[in-house]
C-alpha cells in the first residue's frame, strides 16, 4: 500500500494525477458507451425487421425507411407503448446475459 502524503503539496499532486487519469478515462468510456449503443440499435433492428420478414416474406419495408407519417404519428405510437414496453424488455434480459 502506498504511503499517505506527508503534505499538503503531496496530497494536490496526487489529486491532480486522478483528476488528469479521470480526465483521460471520460472519452474513453463515452466511445465504449457509443458503441454499445450502436449494437443494440443494431440488434433491436434486425430482431423487428427479422420478425416482420419471417411471418411475411413479401412484406414492403417501405414504410420504415419512409420514416411515420406525421398525422398518426402521436396516437400510433400511444397504441404500441405496451409492445415497445415488450421488446424493450426482451432486450434487456437479452444483454443481461453473460
Known amino acids: ?17 486522478a483528476s488528469d487519469r479521470l480526465r483521460r478515462l471520460e472519452p474513453v468510456l463515452a466511445g465504449q458507451l457509443e458503441a454499445k449503443g450502436h ?3 443494431r440488434m433491436v433492428a434486425e430482431h423487428i425487421l427479422t420478425c416482420l420478414r419471417s411471418h411475411d416474406p413479401a412484406i414492403l419495408l417501405t414504410p420504415v425507411v419512409d420514416g411515420p407519417v ?7 405510437r400511444d397504441s404500441m407503448r405496451e409492445i415497445v414496453d415488450f421488446v424493450a424488455a426482451y432486450f434487456k434480459r437479452e444483454t443481461a446475459d453473460p
Do not use: G, K
Request: aromatic letters at 0%; hydrophobic letters at 50%.
Open 70 to 76: 406525421a398525422e398518426t404519428e402521436a396516437a400510433t
Open 1 to 17: 500500500m502506498a504511503e499517505p502524503p506527508t503534505s499538503i503539496a503531496d496530497a494536490l499532486l496526487v489529486l491532480n494525477s
Open 39 to 41: 449494437q443494440l440499435i
